[in-house]
């Protein structure tokens, strides 16, 4: 049972380029939603995160933008790069993870 | 340096024979986690332990065993392993508040494990 769905599964996009990776989730009782960056032959990594208190988190280039009432968030990354590629994971609290983006930025 | 190791990083084995792939983590946290991941499936969590010989089975225990003697050491345990063991699997330690309250794990570097 996949307590969070993410989408796109891969995602090429060009220098300079915004990627956007989506996630819904089912659990309301959720209050916490971490992003991992993943590269190849490393483990996944704490990218960001927010708390359903708040509808927009940014760090950077990277923006979580979070709609309560959809129970949908997604991850947005401005001005990509092709240091970005690398798999993407959205998750919830209570151990739960999205499926994976696989996010290539070409030069 | 804050860290997760597991060790081997690559393993090819064959059917049947048992193996350990060991964990470690220097943080002194209570929490650790086994994970495999499978194209398509994500991160799905095999077993876990809330402290010393505390552990509890996640989405996917069949076939696996974990222990948890020490509060550092988490071996992951394929008493006989078969081929649709074959993937990349994550150690991952955090605080009991960070890992059931936010989701904040540390993972380890993964070891890639074929089962012929």
């Known amino acids: 049972q996949q307590q969070v769905k993410q989408s796109p599964q891969s995602l090429i996009v060009q220098k300079g380029g915004i990627s956007i990776i989506n996630c819904a989730y089912e659990n309301t009782a959720f209050d916490y939603f971490p992003w991992y960056q993943q590269f190849p032959g490393k483990g996944p990594a704490l990218l960001i995160a927010?708390?359903?208190?708040?509808s927009e988190k940014k760090e950077g280039r990277f923006t979580i933008s979070f709609n309560k009432s959809a129970k949908q968030f997604s991850l947005h990354i401005m001005d990509s790069q092709p240091g970005d590629s690398a798999t993407y994971f959205c998750?919830?609290?209570?151990?739960?993870f999205g499926e994976g983006t696989q996010l290539t930025v070409n030069p | 340096e804050a860290q997760v190791t597991q060790n081997p990083r690559y393993l090819i084995t064959v059917t049947g024979k048992k193996l350990t792939v060991t964990c470690s983590q220097n943080?002194?946290?209570?929490?650790m986690s086994w994970y495999r991941q499978d194209p398509g499936l994500g991160l799905r969590q095999i077993y876990y332990?809330?402290?010393?010989?505390?552990?509890d089975k996640g989405d996917v225990p069949e076939g696996y065993k974990v222990s948890r003697k020490e509060k550092r050491n988490f071996p992951l345990i394929l008493e006989s392993p078969s081929p649709n063991q074959t993937s990349l699997y994550f150690c991952?330690?955090?605080?009991?508040?960070?890992?059931?309250?936010?989701?904040?794990?540390?993972f380890g570097p993964g070891t890639r494990l074929t089962v012929l």
């Open positions: 998750a919830g609290s209570r151990l739960t």
């Open positions: 943080m002194n946290h209570e929490y």
């Open positions: 927010i708390r359903p208190d708040v």
């Open positions: 991952a330690s955090s605080s009991l508040q960070r890992a059931f309250k936010g989701n904040e794990q540390f």
């Open positions: 332990s809330m402290n010393v010989e505390v552990t």
